[in-house]
């Protein structure tokens, strides 16, 4: 006994085209197989990519960004949209790409404070950097200045030290980001002084309150307040990574400025959601790494302050894995938290 029984068709259907019975026999083949399976991957990107930058433009994340984005559209004909999504220290963007589809087409740029510092400097951060991402490749590594304007009286650290000491809490510094705020703070519990932060969402504001006299210094990425330090708007008083900048070869770091082993650097990396298919991943590491071998964009983010980093996705994994506790213990013992 049939298991099945069908009335017979009032017409037949007329037989399909050999090309047709192909096309249909390879797109159910494509949806059989796995999400992760190279096959299933040729046709990626499907549409423009988004990589969401948790700065403002202009930021030292966004000029990293830009270049980036744009050699990789370049080499490989596709379409990579560059989204500002500043906010609560670059945590509203990066926790929406977490929360994003892991299909390849949301990608975010983290860098050292909303991935390593973020999380224990923010008591309730939405997203877990070491589970709701994957990270894709490392960008760059910049170290941070502090600057003033040409008007101030402040011509070294040592000067703000001396003016931080005879009035405590007076003497403000411009923050943005949780990296300039914590390599702000080590700076000050080094010296032993006080300054107020003052909090801004970007420098493009906490610059022009510095030159306006609103605020007495500001602190930021090199790639960040390199162009203003050129163009004479401000004067850089230190560095905080072990070297001096080649960009800056005139300003000492602070471990020359008489406090040695001090040593703060932020680094760049684009990251897309959990689940994202591996073989989506390492298509986009091998963009990024194509990118980062040329002349020009590795010359722009040198001009810029920064250092070309590139490798593996595991590479990056690593990296976020020891310093995501390295940075939350620099957290607690600076004192440093969200006010």
Same mark, same amino acid.
């Given at each position: 006994?049939?298991l ?28 059989a ?16 990519i ?13 000029i990293?960004?830009r270049?980036v ?13 560059v989204?500002n999504?500043?906010? $609560? *220290?670059?945590? +509203?963007?990066v ?5 994003? !589809?892991?299909?390849?087409?949301? /990608? @975010?740029l &983290? #860098? ?42 402040f ?30 703070k080590?700076?000050?519990?080094? $010296? *032993?002084?006080? +300054?107020?932060h ?5 420098? !493009?504001?906490?610059?022009t309150? /510095? @030159?306006? &006299? #609103?605020?007495?210094l ?6 960040t ?13 230190a ?13 000492p ?17 684009i ?30 983010l ?38």
């Amino acid at each position: 006994m049939p298991l099945l029984s069908l009335p017979p068709l009032a017409r037949p259907l007329p037989p399909l085209p050999l090309r047709l019975c192909a096309a249909a026999w390879l797109a159910l083949a494509l949806a059989a197989l796995p999400a992760g399976s190279p096959l299933a991957q040729q046709g990626y990107p499907g549409r423009p990519i988004r990589l969401v930058v948790p700065f403002p433009p202009g930021s030292g994340s966004d000029i990293t960004a830009r270049t980036v984005a744009q050699k990789m559209a370049e080499q490989n004909h596709w379409s990579v949209l560059v989204d500002n999504r500043p906010g $609560a *220290g670059g945590n +509203l963007g990066v926790d929406s790409v977490a929360k994003s !589809a892991p299909d390849g087409h949301t /990608l @975010v740029l &983290g #860098q050292t404070n909303n991935l390593a510092i973020n999380p224990t400097l923010y008591p309730q951060l939405p997203y877990d950097p070491l589970k709701d991402l994957v990270p894709v490749a490392l960008l760059s590594s910049s170290p941070i200045v502090l600057v003033t304007s040409l008007k101030s009286a402040f011509k070294t650290y040592a000067d703000v030290v001396t003016a931080a000491r005879m009035q405590p809490d007076t003497v403000t510094l411009g923050v943005a980001g949780s990296t300039a705020q914590l390599a702000g703070k080590l700076a000050e519990n080094a $010296a *032993g002084i006080r +300054l107020r932060h003052i909090p801004y969402k970007g420098a !493009a504001q906490g610059v022009t309150d /510095l @030159v306006g &006299g #609103q605020i007495d210094l500001y602190i930021s990425s090199v790639p960040t307040l390199l162009g203003q330090v050129r163009n004479g708007r401000l004067r850089a008083l230190a560095i905080t990574s072990a070297r001096r900048s080649g960009q800056l070869p005139d300003t000492p770091t602070l471990a020359e400025s008489g406090y040695p082993g001090f040593d703060v650097t932020t680094w760049y990396g684009i990251l897309a959601p959990a689940g994202t298919p591996a073989a989506i991943v390492q298509q986009l590491n091998q963009a990024i790494n194509q990118a980062l071998a040329q002349p020009d964009v590795a010359e722009k983010l040198r001009s810029e302050g920064g250092e070309v980093l590139g490798g593996s996705a595991e590479r990056f994994a690593e990296l976020l894995r020891t310093e995501v506790p390295r940075w939350g213990k620099i957290v607690k013992d600076s004192g440093a938290s969200v006010n």
